[in-house]
């Protein structure tokens, strides 16, 4: 209180630039949905999952190591790291591991970026990295997609300062499934200056079939490219959260630095070595996701015909203003699609059957 009994009003303590910061949106929960609604189950295909269930071997793996959750893990993550070495040829040195790929774009920006530095990344694109240069006093440079719902390396290059420090290429891009063919990306990453890092993200990479589309480890030896991977989706470890980047040494050996302490749990350790010794049946699973994949497009494209071809485990419908509108449509028929305000909508491809369910919402909503 004040001398004169009025009451003094709290002071911040909390950053204000964050007010104005938009949260990430989470897939919204299948369960509450169907209490609302009234039905047995709702189907969610908002949030990119694999709906295979665990991979053989990973829930046996986890379990165990259960047993010494009483333990810190390995803040190493050695012998993940080794077998991630193995996995993909590189060098245990390049690899760090982080709580998803989405943590390691966070440290990256934290280990490149001072207050004022630039992010630069295409837009539409994942909707953490304005959130991940905000948090750590970058400033994001957007730049918008092409009219096919792509990245514009051109305008992206052109976007460059003296001082953009980082530039994110996600590939295949999230939301819109579109991806960067090797030649243009080749010349993009021509034209990057030596002192920018390039990080491309492919979360979705093992979904790809074009084989136009380059495999970021292929640039490996490139000194300023970084690569992001995960084993939350075509790996199925979602709720574990594991992801791995590959990278000059130094890099690696930076961002393992200022890697939150012991973030990969031993559950999740374990998980991850038992998945990575599954790799045919991640095969088989992707190969199913395509097929699907291919399936929805041909449909939807005869309500939505403007669809891009994806390159992912979901499909982009650019409805502009109707976005949330078709959201809500597509939920009170049980089904939970990701629309993005003003943009479009993201459809996760899933099993036949809820694939099934997502295109008679489409049409009853759009036909």
Known sequence: MTDNGRRRSAPRLTRADL????????????????????????IKLASNEVPYGPLPGVVAAVTEAATSAHRYPDMGVVALREALAEQYAVDAERIATGCGSVAL????????????????YSWRSFEAYPIIAATNGATSVRVSNDGGHGHDLTAMAAAMTDRTRMVLVCNPNNPTGTAVHRAELERFLDVVPDDVLVVIDEAYREFVTDPEVPDGLSYRDR????????????????GLRIGFLVAQPEVAAAIRKVVTPFSASVAAQ?????????????RRRCALVVAERGRVTEAIRKLVPDVPTSQANFVWLPLGDQAVEFGRACESRGVIVRPFPGDGVRVTIGTPAENDAFLAAAEAALG
């Open 270 to 282: 374990a998980g991850a070595l038992a998945a990575l010794t599954q790799a045919d049946e991640v």
């Open 105 to 120: 774009a966070d440290h990256l920006v934290r280990a490149t970026c001072m207050p004022g530095d630039e992010l630069l």
């Open 19 to 42: 007010d104005v910061l938009p949260s990430y949106v989470p897939g919204r929960s299948p369960a509450d949905l169907a209490r609302e609604l009234g039905l047995p189950e709702a």
């Open 223 to 238: 000194p300023n490219v970084a690569v992001l991977r995960t084993l939350s989706k075509a790996w199925g470890l979602a």
